[in-house]
C-alpha cells in the first residue's frame, strides 16, 4: 500500500513535535525544525502531479474502511496552502518572538497544516468531519493568542463553529444509516435514488457547515471580529486557507457527491441552473455588495480586510453557484487568486502592526517612505483586490463576469460590478491612511519589517503579478480541476483565452501594456509641463492657521462617512444584531437560573415543592378540563 498520502498529512504534524521538543535546546533548534517540515510537503505532493489516488484506507471505523485520496482540485489546494503555510510560519516566528506561547502557537499551527491536508485528502463523510472540527478547534486555541478582544472573538467563532459541527453531524449520522457506508461514491450512488426532501434537507444542513466557515452570509457573523483580532500570522490562514477549505468542500459536494443532474431532476431550473443554485447565486451576491459596502466604513484596518474577505467569498460561491465550465473555472482561478492577494494585504498590514503596534487607521499615515517594500506589495495587492490588469484579480473576475453574461444574468453582473467599484474604495483607503499623508510624529523612528517577514509579502507579490500576467499557469491547475469535477475545460493560452463561446478573447500583457502607457502619457505630461515649486507637508495653512507637526491635518477618520447613513438601516436589521440581542437574552436568563444556586438546601427544598406543586395544578386541570 502507498503511505505516502498520509506522510504527507503527519508530516507537519511531525515537524510540530519535533519543533516542540527542540525549543528545550534552542530556539534556533524549534525554528530549523519548524520551516523544514513546512518545506517537505512541496516534495512529498510532487509525486501526485500526475496521478490521482481515488481511495487509500488507513483505519476503520464501525466496520466501516476510511479513506484518503488525491484528486486535480485537492492537488492544487495542496501546493496553495503548503505555500501558505511556510510564509505565514514565518511571518509567526517574527510575531511569536518574544511571547510565552510561542512554542505552543508553533506545535498548533503544524497540527493545523496536518488537519487541512486532511480534509483535502478525505475520501469519506466521516474523515472530513474529524479533520474539519480538528481545524476548528486548533483555530480556536491560535485566536486566543491574538488582541485584546480575542477572547470575545474566540467565543463567537467556537459558537459558529460548533452550529455548523451540529448541522453537518446530523447529516453526517443520517447518510451513514441510510446508505450504510461513510464512502463518498457510496453517499452519492444513495442520493441519486433518494426521497427529494433526503437530498434537499442533506444538502442544506451540509452547506451551512462550509458557507460557515467560508464566511457567507448571513453566516459570517463570527468573521469580522475573528480576522481583527486573531494574530496576524493566523488572520492570513483564516482568509487564504481556512475559508478555502469551506469552499472546497462546496465546490465537492455540490458537483461531485450530490451532483447538478440530481439538482436539475428534482427542482425546477431558473436561468439555466436548479433552483437552489439560483438561490445559492443570490446569496453569493448579496455577500459581494453587502461585505464591499460594509468593508468601506471600517476604521480597523484588519476589519476593512475581514470584510473584504467576506465579500471576495461571495465572487467565489457566485462562480461556482452559476454551474458552468466559464463560472466554475472562474470560481476556482478566484480561490487561487484571493488566497494569493489576500495574503499579502494580511501580511503588509501584519508588519505596519508590528513597527507601529496599532490597526487603527486614523493614528496611522505617511509610512510610504519608511516601508517603502510594504507598501509596494500593498499596492500591487489592492490592484489585484479591485480587479485591474495586469494583477491577478482581474482575470478570475473577468471570468465571473464573461460567465454571468453567458448566463444572461444583468441584475446579478451589476451587482457583481458593483462590487468591483467599492473594493476600490476600501483598498484606497487602505492604503491611503497607512501610507499616504502625514506621517505622526510618533512614528518617525519607524523602519521596515525585517527581511525575513519581507520575504511572504514579495513572494506573493510576485505570484500575484505573475498569475496576472500570464493566467495559463494557474489555469493548467484549474482546468485539471474542473475536468475531475465533470466539466468540459475552457480553452486558454499562456497569456489568456481564446475567442470562443461564452467568452471574449482576452491578452492579458496587451491589455496590461495599453494601460500601463496611458499611465506613462499621464505620468510624461505632469512632469514635463510647468509646474509650481515642490513645498514640504508642513509649509501649508488651513483656515488661515499655520500648520504644525503636531496638527493632524490629512483626512483619515470617517474618511466615508456619507455611507454610514446608507449603511445604517442594513446594521439595525443585520445578523450581527440578531446574534448579539440572543446572546444578551441567554446572559441575562442565565444570571436569574444563577440565583438558583445558592448552595442552600432550604431554597432548594422550596423550590421543589413549588414546581411540584405546579405541576400537580396542571394536572388536575388538565383532567377537571377533559
Do not use: C
Amino acid at each position: 500500500m502507498n503511505f505516502s498520502l498520509l506522510m504527507i498529512l503527519l508530516t507537519p504534524i511531525f515537524g510540530g513535535l519535533l519543533a516542540y521538543a527542540g525549543s528545550a535546546l534552542h530556539k534556533a533548534v524549534r525554528n530549523i525544525f519548524f520551516l523544514i517540515f513546512l518545506i517537505l510537503p512541496f516534495f512529498e505532493l510532487y509525486q501526485y502531479a500526475n496521478k490521482t489516488i481515488d481511495n487509500f484506507y488507513y483505519l476503520t471505523v464501525l466496520g466501516q474502511s476510511l479513506s484518503l485520496g488525491i484528486n486535480a482540485l485537492s492537488f492544487m489546494l495542496s501546493l496553495l496552502f503548503s505555500l501558505i503555510f511556510l510564509l505565514a510560519g514565518i511571518f509567526l516566528l517574527f510575531e511569536f518572538d518574544k511571547s510565552e506561547d510561542s512554542d505552543l502557537a508553533i506545535l498548533e499551527f503544524s497540527f493545523l497544516e496536518g488537519a487541512v491536508f486532511g480534509v483535502l485528502f478525505a475520501r469519506d463523510i466521516l474523515s472530513f468531519f474529524i479533520f474539519f472540527e480538528i481545524i476548528a478547534l486548533i483555530i480556536f486555541f491560535l485566536i486566543g493568542k491574538g488582541y485584546e478582544e480575542s477572547h470575545n472573538a474566540q467565543l463567537k467563532y467556537i459558537t459558529w463553529a460548533l452550529i455548523g459541527a451540529n448541522s453537518m453531524l446530523t447529516a453526517v449520522v443520517f447518510l451513514f444509516f441510510k446508505a450504510g457506508s461513510f464512502g463518498y461514491a457510496e453517499i452519492s450512488g444513495y442520493l441519486s435514488t433518494a426521497p427529494t426532501p433526503i437530498v434537499l434537507i442533506t444538502f442544506v444542513l451540509f452547506v451551512i457547515g462550509f458557507l460557515i466557515e467560508a464566511s457567507i452570509m448571513p453566516l459570517h457573523v463570527w468573521a469580522p471580529i475573528t480576522y481583527a483580532e486573531a494574530p496576524d500570522s493566523v488572520s492570513v490562514l483564516l482568509s487564504s486557507v481556512v475559508k478555502k477549505v469551506g469552499l472546497y468542500l462546496f465546490t465537492i459536494f455540490v458537483f461531485s457527491i450530490f451532483g447538478l443532474n440530481l439538482f436539475s431532476k428534482i427542482m425546477p431550473r431558473v436561468f439555466e441552473a436548479p433552483l437552489i443554485m439560483y438561490v445559492l447565486q443570490w446569496i453569493g451576491a448579496l455577500t459581494i455588495i453587502i461585505g464591499t459596502f460594509v468593508a468601506i466604513v471600517q476604521e480597523d484596518a484588519k476589519k476593512i480586510l475581514a470584510w473584504s474577505s467576506i465579500a471576495q467569498s461571495g465572487y467565489i460561491l457566485l462562480g461556482l453557484s452559476l454551474g458552468t465550465p466559464l463560472g466554475v473555472a472562474g470560481g476556482l482561478l478566484h480561490i487561487v487568486n484571493h488566497s494569493i492577494f489576500k495574503g499579502i494585504l494580511f501580511f503588509v498590514v501584519g508588519g505596519v502592526i508590528y513597527r507601529t503596534g496599532t490597526k487603527n487607521l486614523s493614528e496611522l499615515g505617511g509610512l510610504i517612505k519608511k516601508m517603502p517594500i510594504s507598501f509596494i506589495s500593498m499596492l500591487l495587492a489592492i490592484i489585484a483586490t479591485a480587479g485591474i490588469p495586469p494583477l491577478n484579480g482581474f482575470v478570475s473576475k473577468y471570468l465571473i463576469y464573461e460567465a454571468l453574461i453567458q448566463n444572461k444574468e444583468p441584475l446579478l453582473l451589476t451587482i457583481a460590478l458593483l462590487g468591483g467599484t467599492g473594493s476600490f474604495m476600501y483598498v484606497y483607503r487602505l492604503i491611503h491612511s497607512i501610507f499616504l499623508g502625514q506621517l505622526p510624529k510618533k512614528y518617525e523612528d519607524v523602519k521596515e519589517v525585517p527581511i525575513l517577514m519581507q520575504v511572504p509579502m514579495l513572494v506573493l507579490s510576485l505570484l500575484a503579478l505573475l498569475f496576472g500576467v500570464l493566467p495559463g499557469i494557474p489555469m493548467y491547475f484549474v482546468s485539471k480541476a474542473e475536468a475531475f469535477l465533470g466539466f468540459d475545460p475552457i480553452k486558454y493560452t499562456l497569456t489568456g483565452f481564446p475567442e470562443q463561446p461564452g467568452l471574449h478573447a482576452l491578452n492579458v500583457p496587451i491589455i496590461s501594456a495599453a494601460l500601463m502607457g496611458g499611465f506613462v502619457v499621464a505620468a510624461l505630461i505632469f512632469y514635463l509641463l510647468p509646474k509650481t515649486r515642490s513645498v514640504h507637508q508642513l509649509d501649508n495653512y488651513y483656515a488661515g492657521e499655520i500648520l504644525t507637526e503636531d496638527v493632524k491635518y490629512n483626512y483619515s477618520f470617517g474618511f466615508y462617512s456619507f455611507f454610514d447613513d446608507i449603511i445604517k438601516p442594513f446594521n439595525e436589521w443585520s445578523i450581527d444584531r440578531i446574534y448579539e440581542n440572543f446572546v444578551g437574552f441567554v446572559k441575562t436568563v442565565g444570571d436569574y437560573i444563577r440565583r438558583i444556586y445558592t448552595g442552600n438546601l432550604e431554597t432548594y427544598v422550596s423550590l421543589g415543592i413549588i414546581i411540584l406543586t405546579i405541576f400537580s395544578l396542571i394536572y388536575i386541570i388538565g383532567g377537571v378540563l377533559w
